[in-house]
Structure formats: structure tokens, C-alpha cells
């Protein structure tokens, strides 16, 4: 449903993705994992077309995505890039109503359907109290629920979002990603994030792929390839794996500074991965 075949991404001289071939699973939720400036959201970028590759190519439903016309790509496809910026003085209700702007024609009329999108994805996101306020006026949290909520009204089955959890609290943090976990399991749209996080992304991950010196170092479901040694391999980081007690996924626990409270020799269950 959505690839690349040998793409390769500068900006200048400086190659920031090689020679890349991946595939994104169809209706599973995949996360893109790496340290600080390693591509992943140029790469997001990319996939949505909002980047010219330097070579290669971007493939959407068997078709190279750059010979698409502009909505019909907004048709199959949503992205929510990073910080995202509205203009002054926009509600919240008109800024989630331009999620519906590809499905409009030039002379088509605001239909039934388009607003029962938007006040869906007002609801979902839980910001229908609020759609009569300006963006701008939103705190850090509140606004990025806003761009999410125009991204679901755009309706489409592959949603591209570079940290849809940024400046959430933990409350927040999870009730965006319970969403999408829930747009998946029940529409079965096709899920593509860069998260921070390494825990919240084994947990509500399908697939993962791991992005180091230009290219991906290591792919599939996170039970099976997020180990200590990927850690360290991609982000230079010491650490043990166990397995989340709750979820059974993989759970990070970094090595570094901080209180002992139990000491080495404790019994817990140090199992690594």
C-alpha cells in the first residue's frame, strides 16, 4: 500500500536517507524509531510527498506517488508534520474543517458527510468544547489535538503523524495513542508515527523500524527486534529489556545515573531481551 524502492533523501550535499526500500504494512500500526537527526522525519515528509527524493521513488497503491495528482493523494493520504503552525485568529472548528478539503470540488457544496467528519473528529479527540475557541489561544496539548482532529476529518486510510504526542502530558500521551490504536483495530487504517518513546511504541506498535546512519538497521514486530543490543546499536544507549508486566512488550530500562533503592543482588526479574 505504501513503499519506497531505492530512495534516497538530501538536503545539499548531505544525504540524510541511502538507497532506502521499505515497506509499510497495510493496516497495522508501524513506528519509526531513532536518535535525534537520524531521518525519520524526513523520511515521514517524504513518504506524504511534502519532500522531493533525490532518487528513487515513493510508491502508493502500485503507483509512483509524485505522477498523483495532489487530492487524490489526500485522498488515500493524511500527515500531521511536526509543530505544525495555523493562521491567527482560526477556530478550532474552521482549522479541523480544512481536513475536509480534499473531498471538495471547486463548485461542490459543505455536505452532510463533511460535517458529520468534522464533528466526529471533534468528539474523538475530545475537543468539541472547544471549537468555537483560536488556536492560538490553545494550550501546548490542546492544540496539538486540534491538528490531529483536522487529520482524522480528512479521512484517510494511511495516516502519516511525526510525534502526534508532543507537548502531551502522560494522561494526554495516552489517550492520543489509545485513539489511534482504536482508528486501527476498528477501521483498519494503516498507521505511520515517529515516536520518542521506546516503551509507548513497543506497546502500541505492530511493527517497527529502526533508522541508523542513513538507512534501517533493523525491522518487524517489536517482541522480536527491540533487544539490548538494538539500543545501544541505534541510539548509544546502555540498557536492559524486560518485558512490560502489564503488556508483555518490550520495556526499556536505561543504564545511567540515579537513586539505588534495590540493590544489585535483588531478586526482581531481571530477564533481559
Known amino acids: 500500500m505504501l513503499s519506497t524502492k531505492d530512495l534516497t533523501i538530501s538536503y545539499g550535499d548531505k544525504i540524510i536517507i541511502d538507497d532506502l526500500n521499505i ?19 524526513t523520511l515521514l515528509r517524504s513518504m506524504a510527498r511534502l519532500l522531493k527524493p533525490q532518487d528513487g521513488t515513493v510508491i502508493l497503491d502500485g503507483q509512483a506517488i509524485a505522477t498523483m495528482k495532489t487530492k487524490e493523494v489526500a485522498k488515500k493520504l493524511s500527515i500531521l508534520p511536526q509543530s505544525p503552525i495555523s493562521p491567527e485568529g482560526l477556530t478550532v472548528l474552521e482549522l479541523v474543517k480544512q481536513g475536509r478539503h480534499p473531498h471538495r470540488g471547486f463548485i461542490k457544496q459543505w455536505s452532510k458527510k463533511d460535517e458529520e467528519a468534522v464533528y ?84 502500541y506498535a505492530h511493527h517497527i523500524i529502526a533508522i541508523k546512519n542513513q538507512t534501517v538497521t533493523s525491522f518487524g ?46 531478586n526482581i526479574n531481571r530477564k533481559r531481551i
Not at 468528539?123 to 494550550?139: F, G, P
Not at 501546548?140 to 484517510?156: C, P
Not at 536492559?240 to 535483588?266: A, E, N
Request: proline share 5%; net charge negative.
Open 120 to 203: 466526529e473528529a471533534l468528539e474523538l479527540t475530545n475537543m468539541l468544547n472547544l471549537k468555537d475557541q483560536s488556536v492560538d489561544s490553545l494550550s501546548g496539548g490542546q492544540r496539538q489535538r486540534a491538528w490531529i482532529a483536522m487529520t482524522l476529518a480528512q479521512q484517510t486510510d494511511i495516516m502519516l503523524l511525526d510525534e502526534p504526542t508532543t507537548y502531551l502530558d502522560m494522561t494526554h500521551q495516552i489517550e492520543i495513542l489509545d485513539l489511534l490504536y482504536k482508528l486501527n483495530e476498528k477501521d483498519g487504517r494503516t498507521i505511520v508515527m515517529v515516536l520518542h518513546d521506546l516503551n509507548l511504541s513497543c506497546r
Open 221 to 266: 514486530k517489536p517482541e522480536e527486534i527491540v533487544t539490548c543490543a538494538l539500543v545501544e546499536e541505534v541510539f548509544n544507549l546502555k540498557c536492559d529489556v524486560l518485558f512490560d508486566p502489564i503488556y508483555g512488550t518490550p520495556m526499556c530500562i536505561p543504564h545511567g545515573k540515579g537513586r539505588h533503592i534495590l540493590p544489585p543482588t535483588s
Open 23 to 41: 515497506e509499510i504494512p497495510k493496516g497495522k500500526i508501524t513506528v519509526l524509531i531513532g536518535a535525534n537527526g537520524c531521518g525519520k522525519s
